[in-house]
């Protein structure tokens, strides 16, 4: 699993081919930092599956375009589709619970 | 400008923050083994190598090809890491000791698939050895035990930034009991209409709508009844009205009081954080509102650096 920072101008490559996790976080958000944590163990256990983080304090047009409203948010998105949206933390075991409903649908 | 501003909220005598006894009132720091190896763990995996393997064991990332009339299972390269059963436990368990190029059919469930594997990665994770640990070079550590310290000096920042906050929340409580405020009824209207608004927000960013659903529908959403936690919302708003006048109290002493361009960076972040106009903002942010917000903040901020200096001058 590799994991990307998006910026402004390759936020959309990145999102638009394969399975991808999408983490919207701020720096200043502490559940944001746990959920960073959980992203970075399961990269090392699924490095098929890619992951974008977006910080929308940098990229405020990213996280308006995106209707993101609280930090953490996280999309699930194939193949440019959008999945589903969480609001909230994550555990592992629900991130994989969503890899195996979109990554191996 | 604010140097001038008062607060309608006033203190007829303040009692001095720094003779609240706390010393009950935190849990002595710990070191979190469990959390100090999967620390540890996490680091010996991101300074792994991968490597190709002719043979899948538990814990390879392997990529097949299957073949079902399950769509799940049909598939021309699909990744997976054996022995994790997100994808199939039957397959998973059947891809133990096969090699490239090799295939089988099984039943997944009730599906019959068959699937080849198409290639076999290994991740080597090294030892946790002083040699090793020198090579990583992690915030100049040499040795594992190096290495620790600097880990578990971690958990005691994180200890130490949770336990300031709560302490600081208790000290401010303490402190606004055993002072003598007389708190404004136009003061205590905005923040418990700042505490509804809040409120308000924060279950519609949990997904309820608080306008359209009952208590027992918002309830079930956000996993706490709905009159407590909005209640809960109040009590915070109106503990941070007293903590405004001890604030204030504390600014009037140090003479720090905040300045024009901080109350411009606040409104930026308003019309920034709600996309609203500078005019907007200002109406909704008046130099009252962020007065009011600065005096409170200072008072925790005070209290904060006091409790700060209190741990790091504690052995770990």
Redesign the interface.
């Known amino acids: 699993m590799s994991i990307n920072v998006a910026t402004n101008e390759n936020y959309r490559d990145l999102i638009k081919d394969g399975f991808v996790i999408v983490d919207y976080f701020t720096t200043t958000c502490v559940p944001c930092k746990m959920f960073s944590r959980v992203l ?2 399961l990269t ?5 599956v890619n992951i974008v983080k977006v910080n929308i304090t940098d990229y ?1 047009a990213i996280g ?1 375009e995106n209707e993101i ?2 930090v953490p948010t996280v999309k699930f998105i194939m193949n440019g589709e959008e999945k589903e949206k969480v ?2 933390l994550m555990s592992e075991d629900e991130v ?1 619970e969503k ?2 409903e979109y990554y ?2 | 400008m604010f140097d001038s501003l008062e607060l309608k909220s006033r203190a007829v005598s303040i009692f001095d923050f720094r003779k609240v006894d706390f010393k009950d009132e935190y849990e002595p720091f710990e070191t979190d083994e469990e959390a100090l190896e999967a620390d540890l763990l ?1 680091i010996r ?2 300074h ?1 190598d ?1 490597v190709t393997s002719e043979t899948a064991a538990e814990g390879d ?1 392997v990529r097949i090809s299957c073949e079902s009339e399950n ?2 299972y049909n598939k021309k390269s ?4 054996v022995g ?1 059963n ?2 199939n436990r039957e397959i998973e368990e059947a891809l133990i000791g096969m090699h490239v190029g090799e295939e089988k059919t099984v039943f997944a469930e009730k599906d019959k698939v068959s699937f080849t594997v198409l290639d076999i ?1 290994r ?1 080597i994770v090294p030892n946790l050895t002083d040699e090793n640990v020198a090579l990583w070079d992690i915030e100049n550590t040499k040795t594992v035990d190096e290495l620790k310290k600097v880990l578990i000096k971690k958990q005691y920042d994180e200890y130490c930034k949770e336990t300031v906050q709560s302490l600081s929340s208790y000290i401010v409580s303490e402190t606004a009991r055993k002072s003598e405020i007389i708190p404004d009824e136009e003061d205590v209207e905005y923040e418990k209409n700042l505490a509804h608004n809040m409120g308000f927000d924060m279950i ?4 309820a709508d608080p306008e359209s659903m009952s208590d027992e529908e918002i309830s079930k959403i956000i996993g706490a009844d709905n009159k407590i936690f909005l209640q809960n919302i109040e009590k915070v708003c109106l503990d941070d009205l007293y903590a405004s006048v001890l604030g204030f109290e504390l600014m009037k002493k140090s003479g720090d009081y905040p300045s024009q361009q901080d109350y411009k960076n606040a409104l930026k972040e308003q019309m ?1 954080y709600k ?1 609203i106009s500078e005019d907007e903002a200002q109406k909704q942010y008046t130099p009252v509102d962020f007065f009011r917000a600065e005096c409170s903040n200072y008072c925790y901020d005070t209290v904060g650096a006091y409790l700060k200096e209190f741990f790091d001058n504690k052995e770990i």
Do not use: N
Request: cysteine-free; charged content about 25%.
């Open positions: 970075e163990e090392l256990d699924y490095p098929f405020p308006k409203d609280g609001v909230g994989i890899i195996s191996y649908a | 996490l995996k991101q792994s991968t990332f769509p799940r699909i990744f997976l890491t994790k997100i994808f990665q991740r519609r960013s949990m997904g920034e996309g």
